[in-house]
């Protein structure tokens, strides 16, 4: 039989066992198995009662913190460093050494004579690290009971290999060695420190019953009992146990499954009603999100003991859901910690604290974290004849258990017209066809309209015990999904609020965990942007971004990430980290490839990683517009200065408002008509109080500004053109300005935006050109030509002058007639339009409240700076919506 593992001298099995298990290995093997791990409860007991409660506490360390002897060595330092009065150890196989083990079993039971070899690596695995920890009498007695040991299994696995078949008890008996030799070995090194430790084998304490394949169920009666029969033997501070393994009521040598030694930390946290159980690992804590897929989830803090069930449950690096049950019944905390990285506090999981009345008004941290489950498929069940009927959904999952088939969530309609269900891709097909013949009959009837297979699809799942008492938790979660143009294909939510759990696409997972988990404020908000057009205003909108980058993910929780830059001939294209913007000139003239639109649009949009992006173009191109509608179909944002969208064929323009209206795609262009003024945004904002506009009046060229601004005090026309051009003003052909069709585009865009059914070509413009000059071959020749034509706006300026007037070159928006116009205006001294100066732009709205004083907007309309800087602020306005801090 196995000696007790009361202290250091003995060790591991006897010869006398190995020969009971050979003596039944043809015969009856779990009879001898019992024999082999039975319990001498002969044993006189003595008085020695253990000491249940606070002075105990519980750690839990895996097979890669006791994978080699130094970090043996770091986890004895641990425990002795712990201050708690009392100590119990739960310690894996060393790292690789269970997969070892199993292989030991395959290789015998395949008849594969190498196994004597693999047996030996095992040997010289655990004698050589001893070797590194123990000296003198410890090292020898382990040592030699190792040598024991390794002979006993030689013996048994030649059994196995004669016998072609080796029983789950022969199995489990033969891996559990890893264990038995782990907790020896720590313990001896924790009492080569002064410290009193003795190991216990843990198959002569914890009892458990199995219920099914992969689970057991403790037997918490049986066990405290065994654990006082062996404390009142084996008194002592520290105790070092297997983790792992167990033994059946018949004392059959079992284990405790996936993840068992957590579960056994667990239930002698229970056992012994410690203070807490500390799980060592080698992470941080737990995630708000997969930080594989998430690169800005944090660690919680805490967790509840629900909260942590329910992020276990749907594929988080948490702890298995049974870890939490045996703790839970006596508020024992668990906490997760990183043995790399002491100074980590870790996760705590508890029982939530009692929230006061003013806490559970703060909305902070309502959803703890984020979890997702790929591979998924979902199978949909649906007919009228479902409807009222009883015993269908018992139907159609007994026909799911008959298949072994695990279903991952479950959503009916009250109506009772479908159920819906996601189960593993795996076992999909096993599901429909049994699916198919339970109901053959309803469908061939019609009762049934179909059994309905959804392939690739992911479950993500949002988690938070204070989901229950917060509002529009729900909304906000299919806000953020809806923003990130994600199709939510399911959804279910229990009554309990802990958990809201929705289907999407295999391709759409990690993007809709990111996109949820920063508008939860949990992470940034990550905006991929392409920019089109590194012209002037480009390039300076890409220096803006430069220069702010940092600090809006520092301050406001924004990270804006430049994926590509294209211009005419070259563009550049960057991946998830986006490109280097102190260096963005240069690395297009290394790595720049030959501009390709699609391909282009195809590189920032086909990022599945990251929810939202922005495409922001700076060009005046009609063919870049025409594009508008189609990339806010596929979901790609759309910011820009360029008026050719907006004031091009009206059917063009009502179909990209009522795409925007109508889906969660932004488009925003507040510097098609003022650069970086907010003449859009304060249009909107009067529009939407309730206020009626009546006219809007502007001076909305910068160029224009500028030279009716200097036209006077009998200067000529053409030298004021000419000076406005030589200080770049001005487009480089002036008639670009001078023809007044740029002011009556902004004239279109603010008519429509006033719900103005107009065409361009309803406009009258005053063109500025004289009409000898708007067919010369270049603007050279145009600017040699134009003091020909001085005369007749000379003649204006006179009348105006001696009429104590000034001319303006405006547009205007006449909402009452419904018209619009763009011509040369003469304006009294004290009105506002004659108190500009340089090129600002002034715009007044005269409106129902505002009817006897105009509602004035002014300041520079042009300009490389303030129209990036308008653009800019559409960005961040975007980013706003998209759910980041206002």
């Known amino acids: 039989m196995v000696t007790s593992g009361c202290s250091s001298e003995t060790v591991g099995t006897t010869p006398e066992a190995t020969t009971t298990v050979l003596e039944a290995a043809t015969t009856t093997p779990e009879a001898a198995m019992t024999e082999n791990v039975s319990v001498d409860v002969a044993v006189e007991e003595k008085e020695k009662r253990i000491p249940k409660g606070e002075t105990w506490s519980v750690h839990k360390f895996g097979g890669t913190c006791v994978g080699n002897s130094s970090r043996i060595k770091n986890v004895a330092n641990i425990i002795i460093d712990d201050d708690s009065e009392r100590k119990l150890v739960v310690v894996s196989a060393m790292s690789k050494v269970t997969d070892m083990m199993y292989d030991l079993i395959y290789k015998a039971q395949s008849r594969d004579e190498s196994y004597v070899s693999a047996l030996d690596a095992v040997l010289e695995k655990h004698s050589s690290t001893a070797e590194d920890l123990l000296a003198g009498k410890?090292?020898?007695?382990?040592?030699?009971?190792?040598?024991?040991?390794?002979?006993?299994?030689?013996?048994?696995?030649?059994?196995?290999?004669?016998?072609?078949?080796?029983?789950?008890?022969?199995?489990?008996?033969?891996?559990?060695?890893?264990?038995?030799?782990?907790?020896q070995i720590l313990s001896l090194v924790i009492k080569k420190n002064g410290i009193d430790s003795k190991?216990?084998?843990?198959?002569?304490?914890?009892?458990?019953?199995?219920?099914?394949?992969?689970?057991?169920?403790?037997?918490?009666?049986?066990?405290?009992?065994?654990?006082?029969?062996?404390?009142?033997?084996?008194?002592?501070?520290?105790?070092?146990?297997?983790?792992?393994?167990?033994?059946?009521?018949?004392?059959?040598?079992?284990?405790?499954?996936?993840?068992?030694?957590?579960?056994?930390?667990?239930?002698?946290?229970?056992?012994?009603?410690?203070?807490?159980?500390?799980?060592?690992?080698?992470?941080?804590?737990?995630?708000?999100?997969?930080?594989?897929?998430?690169g800005d989830a944090v660690i919680l803090k805490t967790l509840s003991y629900q909260e942590a069930w329910e992020m276990s449950y749907f594929g988080a690096n948490v702890l298995h859901p049974r870890t939490i049950v045996p703790v839970i019944r006596y508020g024992i905390p668990i906490v997760i910690r990183n043995i790399f990285n002491l100074s980590a506090s870790g996760t705590k999981i508890c029982h939530p604290p009692i929230i006061g009345d003013e806490d559970s008004l703060i909305l902070k941290n309502y959803v703890k974290g984020f979890t997702t489950i790929d591979n998924l498929a979902l199978v949909n069940v649906e007919g009228t004849g479902m409807a009222g009927v009883p015993g269908t959904a018992s139907a159609i999952f007994s026909a799911v258990k008959d298949v072994a088939a695990n279903v991952i969530m479950i959503s009916q309609a009250s109506s009772e017209h479908s159920v819906c269900f996601a189960v593993p891709e795996k076992e999909v097909q096993a599901v429909a066809e049994a699916l198919q013949s339970v109901f053959h009959g309803a469908l061939d009837a019609g009762r049934l309209s179909q059994v309905a297979i959804i392939p690739n699809c992911s479950v993500l799942a949002a988690v938070g015990q204070k989901m229950a008492s917060t509002p529009g938790v729900s909304a906000t979660l299919f806000d953020a999904l809806a923003k990130a143009s994600i199709n939510v294909r399911a959804v279910a939510q229990g009554c309990s609020e802990y958990n809201i759990t929705v289907v999407v696409k295999r391709e759409d997972s990690i993007k809709a965990l990111r996109a949820v988990h920063s508008r939860f404020y949990l992470s940034k908000t990550t905006i991929v942007m392409g920019i089109i057009g590194p012209g002037l205003i480009g390039s300076t909108l890409l220096d803006q971004l430069r220069d702010q980058?940092?600090?809006?993910?520092?301050?406001?929780?924004?990270?804006?990430?430049?994926?590509?830059?294209?211009?005419?001939?070259?563009?550049?294209?960057?991946?998830?980290?986006?490109?280097?913007?102190?260096?963005?000139?240069?690395?297009?003239?290394?790595?720049?490839?030959?501009?390709?639109l699609e391909k282009f649009v195809q590189h920032v949009h086909g990022n599945h990683f990251i929810p939202n992006t922005v495409l922001v173009d700076c060009t005046a191109d009609s063919v870049i517009a025409s594009n508008y509608d189609e990339w806010l179909r596929k979901g790609i944002h759309v910011v820009t200065p360029n008026k050719k969208a907006n004031s091009g064929p009206l059917n063009e323009y009502l179909r990209i408002r009522a795409l925007q209206r109508q889906s969660y795609t932004h488009y925003f262009y507040e510097a098609t008509v003022g650069a970086g003024l907010p003449i859009i945004s304060t249009l909107r904002g009067l529009l939407e109080t309730g206020d009626r506009i009546l006219q809007i009046e502007g001076i909305f060229s910068g160029t224009l500004s500028y030279i009716f601004n200097n036209f006077k005090d009998g200067r000529v026309f053409s030298e004021v053109v000419a000076e406005a051009r030589d200080a770049g003003y001005t487009e480089p052909d002036p008639r670009d300005d001078l023809s007044g069709t740029d002011v009556a585009r902004k004239v279109i865009i603010l008519a429509r935006e006033s719900g103005l059914k107009l065409e361009l070509s309803d406009i009258p413009v005053?063109?500025?050109?004289?009409?000898?000059?708007?067919?010369?071959?270049?603007?050279?020749?145009?600017?040699?030509?134009?003091?020909?034509?001085?005369?007749?706006?000379?003649?204006?300026?006179?009348?105006?002058?001696?009429?104590g007037e000034v001319l303006r070159y405006v547009g205007v928006v006449d909402v009452t007639n419904q018209k619009g116009v763009v011509e040369l205006r003469r304006y009294k001294k004290d009105h506002p339009f004659a108190q500009l100066s340089g090129s600002d732009n002034i715009i007044a709205?005269?409106?129902?409240?505002?009817?006897?004083?105009?509602?004035?907007?002014?300041?520079?309309?042009?300009?490389?700076?303030?129209?990036?800087?308008?653009?800019?602020?559409?960005?961040?306005?975007?980013?706003?919506?998209?759910g980041a801090p206002s």
């Open 549 to 596: 980058t940092a600090n809006l993910k520092e301050e406001f929780n924004i990270d804006l990430r430049v994926m590509g830059i294209m211009g005419s001939k070259l563009m550049l294209l960057d991946d998830d980290a986006g490109i280097d913007l102190d260096k963005w000139r240069e690395l297009r003239e290394e790595k720049g490839e030959v501009a390709n």
């Open 766 to 803: 005053e063109n500025l050109v004289p009409e000898p000059l708007r067919a010369s071959a270049s603007a050279q020749d145009f600017t040699q030509q134009l003091p020909k034509f001085d005369q007749e706006l000379t003649e204006k300026l006179q009348d105006s002058e001696n009429a």
């Open 138 to 183: 410890d090292l020898a007695s382990f040592l030699s009971q190792l040598h024991q040991d390794i002979s006993d299994l030689k013996a048994m696995l030649q059994a196995i290999y004669i016998a072609g078949h080796a029983t789950e008890s022969f199995t489990d008996f033969v891996v559990g060695h890893g264990e038995l030799w782990s907790a």
């Open 845 to 882: 709205f005269t409106t129902r409240r505002y009817r006897n004083q105009p509602l004035i907007v002014r300041g520079p309309g042009a300009g490389a700076q303030v129209t990036a800087g308008g653009i800019f602020s559409d960005i961040l306005r975007l980013a706003s919506y998209l």
């Open 199 to 294: 190991w216990m084998d843990a198959r002569e304490v914890l009892i458990v019953n199995p219920t099914r394949s992969d689970q057991v169920d403790p037997d918490y009666l049986e066990s405290e009992r065994r654990l006082e029969k062996w404390y009142s033997l084996n008194p002592c501070k520290v105790i070092v146990a297997t983790g792992f393994i167990a033994s059946t009521p018949q004392n059959i040598p079992t284990t405790l499954k996936r993840d068992g030694s957590d579960f056994s930390a667990a239930i002698m946290g229970a056992l012994f009603r410690a203070r807490q159980v500390t799980i060592w690992t080698d992470v941080d804590g737990v995630y708000s999100a997969d930080p594989r897929k998430v």
